[in-house]
């Protein structure tokens, strides 16, 4: 899994690409996270439009991200699951965790 970041109109933007299996990453999606909090940046927007494949793990390092997130004041917010890892949301029943959005720009301007 890659993580890459941007910002756009006062949120943070992390792109997932590949599969999120948890691991060494998992670690440094949770640094990325803490760092983001303490630049006092809180709105996170996860893009998981590149994402192939979540297991177990992955959905892990998701709920521990919000979690880290909503605890440091901010709000997380999932972007462009794709039909596989929307259907994992609904069978793991986090899809009444997250707020997801179909697009990162409709994300974005749930923050406003």
């Given amino acids: 899994m890659k993580i890459k970041s941007r910002e756009q109109y ?41 994402v192939k494949f979540m297991n177990s793990t992955g959905l892990g390092m998701l709920i521990s991200g919000f979690t880290t997130v909503k605890n440091g004041g901010g709000s997380f917010k999932l972007a462009n699951a794709t039909e596989k890892i929307n259907s994992l949301l609904v069978i793991t029943k986090l ?16 923050f406003t």
């Avoid at 599969?19 to 440094?28: D, H």
């Fill in 10 to 50: 006062g949120a943070v933007i992390l792109e997932l690409k590949g599969n999120v299996m948890g691991g060494p990453e998992a670690q440094e999606f949770q640094t990325l996270l803490h760092s983001l909090i303490d630049e006092n940046k809180k709105n996170i927007v996860v893009d998981l439009a590149n």
């Fill in 95 to 110: 899809i009444t965790i997250f707020e997801h959005f179909n697009s990162v720009d409709e994300a974005v301007k749930s």
